[in-house]
């Protein structure tokens, strides 16, 4: 009964959408794959996404649990975040979503 209610069980995506100072992006990128090496249990991928030709994007990190995510939060992670924090030109819009439907290729699965 284990395996079926583990297939029952969503992931979660914690979500930002955010808009860097101009040309500074690719530093943004640099702290943000830093800041994801970081992270262990119940971490499941993450990808960060460009607006082409602008400094704006969207990072989406996909976690096992809410509190695998929560556990993940260390020292070392918040002073890479707090390093990103100035390259904002304003605050990122920040959510945690449930993944209710998933598709992957055949090849995938």
């Keep these: 009964m284990t395996d079926f209610q583990d297939f029952l069980r969503h992931k979660f995506a914690y979500v930002a959408i955010g808009e ?23 971490f499941k991928g993450s990808y960060l996404l460009q607006n ?37 030109a304003k605050a990122p819009t920040t959510a945690i979503y449930e993944i209710v439907s998933e598709h992957l290729p055949k090849d995938l699965g």
């Design 52 to 88: 082409p030709g602008t400094d704006s994007g969207i990072a989406i990190i996909l976690w096992e649990s809410v509190e695998d995510m929560a556990t993940n939060q260390n020292e070392t992670s918040q002073a890479i975040i707090n390093q990103m924090t100035p390259l904002f």
């Design 20 to 42: 860097f100072k101009p040309g500074r992006f690719e530093e943004a990128k640099q702290l943000y794959e830093q800041a994801v090496s970081t992270y262990t249990e119940g």
